[in-house]
T-cell receptor, first 114, second 112 residues
Framework: DTGVSQDPRHKITKRGQNVTFRCDPISEHNRLYWYRQTLGQGPEFLTYFQNEAQLEKSRLLSDRFSAERPKGSFSTLEIQRTEQGDSAMYLC????????????FGPGTRLTVT | GQQLNQSPQSMFIQEGEDVSMNCTSSSIFNTWLWYKQDPGEGPVLLIALYKAGELTSNGRLTAQFGITRKDSFLNISASIPSDVGIYFCAGQASNTGNQFYFGTGTSLTVIP
């Protein structure tokens, strides 16, 4: 068990560019979540998958954001036409199928939009 | 969304002291989680609580699920320098789409 991994750890991009982040959950976990965290705040829920199905999306997830989990294993989060307000830490978490409890987080991807 | 009020916002304590922090919500929650986050890292799960009144320990950490189901408490006994970090509570209510809501965190500084 290597834990939840995320790639890249840091990303600097210019406004208007597209970025994609990857998350690899703990292998036996089939629920995967994306959160966004800004400085001084707790993580905010964006979306979650059970296997390959995206079951819930937050209103925070604008049309410029899209997430996929094509084979029910790793997931990607893409942000199109980035804006400076997208600068944040993007966190991925995974959990067992039974219930939402005990979510284990990855180290996060720090996005800076210049 | 749900508002979770976490207090205190920050604490400065001497090594060896005990620490108490709490989290309150405007809604009834079914699950409470407590996390610790170091700068530049993801939150690390400390304790999970699933029943009102439940008291659970993890080493020097003890957390309780409030009887009203609208609050939770975390205590750290005999603090040590590595306890430094930001502690977050997270709660889940079944009537809000099952997502977890996080508090704004309690920043803990331990003075050796």
């Amino acid at each position: 068990d290597t834990g939840v991994s995320q790639d890249p750890r840091h990303k600097i991009t210019k406004r208007g560019q597209n970025v994609t982040f990857r998350c690899d959950p703990i292998s036996e976990h089939n629920r995967l979540y994306w959160y966004r965290q800004t400085l001084g705040q707790g993580p905010e829920f964006l979306t979650y998958f059970q296997n390959e199905a995206q079951l819930e999306k937050s209103r925070l997830l604008s049309d410029r954001f899209s997430a996929e989990r094509p084979k029910g294993s790793f997931s990607t989060l893409e942000i199109q036409r980035t804006e400076q307000g997208d600068s944040a830490m993007y966190l991925c978490a995974s959990s067992f199928r039974e219930g939402w409890g005990e979510q284990y987080f990855g180290p996060g991807t720090r996005l800076t939009v210049t | 969304g749900q508002q979770l009020n976490q207090s205190p916002q920050s604490m400065f304590i001497q090594e060896g002291e005990d620490v108490s922090m709490n989290c309150t919500s405007s809604s009834i929650f079914n699950t409470w989680l407590w996390y610790k986050q170091d700068p530049g890292e993801g939150p690390v799960l400390l304790i999970a609580l699933y029943k009102a009144g439940e008291l659970t320990s993890n080493g020097r950490l003890t957390a309780q699920f409030g009887i009203t189901r609208k609050d939770s408490f975390l205590n750290i006994s005999a603090s040590i320098p590595s306890d430094v970090g930001i502690y977050f509570c997270a709660g889940q209510a079944s009537n809000t789409g099952n997502q977890f809501y996080f508090g704004t965190g309690t920043s803990l500084t331990v003075i050796p």
